[in-house]
């Protein structure tokens, strides 16, 4: 299986700032995905991370307010822009295995408190 | 994307007892998946069943499908404190873009 970090692992922004999360995966992946868990709640399915090319976002998420990037294939990051309190979220990256494609792997997760 | 989506349960049970959880979704899936979350970090994946699966083993773990019916059931048998997490079913569609349903939250008392 491969082997996710995410950076920062937690975080207290003020409203309006922007966070920057990282995502890095010890092996070339093809698939990346950006999840948000709200408190209490499941997993939202933001985007799905290409390589070269732009995001693919979820019905309710929009590349101004998520903008992702993926330079490589080992590598993505999410940014949460302009943020308020209803972005306070556990935010999560995961990957498709390469043997098994339909199984996904995640990342610890970023916990994110927004004031 | 779908939705699955669970029954909304918290169990809670002796070690030893068996638990189960059930989630139903509403449009058609290539395979659903279960997933655990441990005190809100990541998830892990315990088991896939494919559409064309009706039920599947994996050591302690048993999950059923009936897609007639549009539902899914998780088995942890001789359940362990160790097994304490948040429980999730999630549905693909083919496109490996994942659609989690609400979770049960298990409680294995020792």
């Known amino acids: 299986s491969a082997v996710i970090s995410q950076k920062p692992s937690r975080d207290i922004c003020q409203r309006g700032t922007s966070l920057t999360i990282q995502c890095q995966v010890d092996?070339?992946?093809?698939?990346m995905f950006w999840y948000r868990q709200q408190p209490g709640q499941s997993l939202t399915l933001i985007a799905t991370?290409?390589?070269?090319?732009?995001?693919?976002?979820e019905s309710g998420f929009v590349i101004d307010k998520f903008p992702i990037s993926r330079p490589n294939l080992t590598f993505s990051t999410l940014t949460v822009s302009n943020m308020s309190p209803e972005d306070s979220s556990i935010y999560l990256c995961?990957?498709?295995?390469?043997?098994?494609?339909?199984?996904?792997?995640f990342g610890p997760g970023t916990r994110l408190l927004v004031l | 994307s779908q939705q699955g989506e669970e029954d909304p349960q918290a169990l809670s049970i002796q070690e030893g007892e068996n638990a189960t959880m059930n989630c139903s979704y509403k449009?058609?899936?290539?395979?659903l998946q279960w997933y655990r979350q441990n005190s809100g970090r990541g998830l892990v994946h315990l088991i896939l069943?494919?559409?064309?699966?009706r039920e599947k083993h994996s050591g302690r773990l048993r999950v059923t499908l009936d897609t007639s019916k549009k539902s899914s059931s998780l088995l942890i048998t001789a359940s362990r404190a160790a097994d304490t997490a948040s429980y999730f079913c999630?549905?693909?569609?083919?496109?490996?873009?994942?659609?989690f349903g609400k979770g049960n939250q298990v409680v294995v008392i020792p």
């Open positions: 995961s990957v498709g295995s390469t043997v098994f494609k339909e199984t996904q792997y």
């Open positions: 092996s070339q992946v093809t698939m």
């Open positions: 991370a290409n390589q070269g090319s732009e995001a693919t976002y």
């Open positions: 449009t058609s899936i290539n395979n």
């Open positions: 069943i494919r559409s064309n699966e």
């Open positions: 999630a549905t693909d569609d083919g496109n490996n873009r994942l659609a």
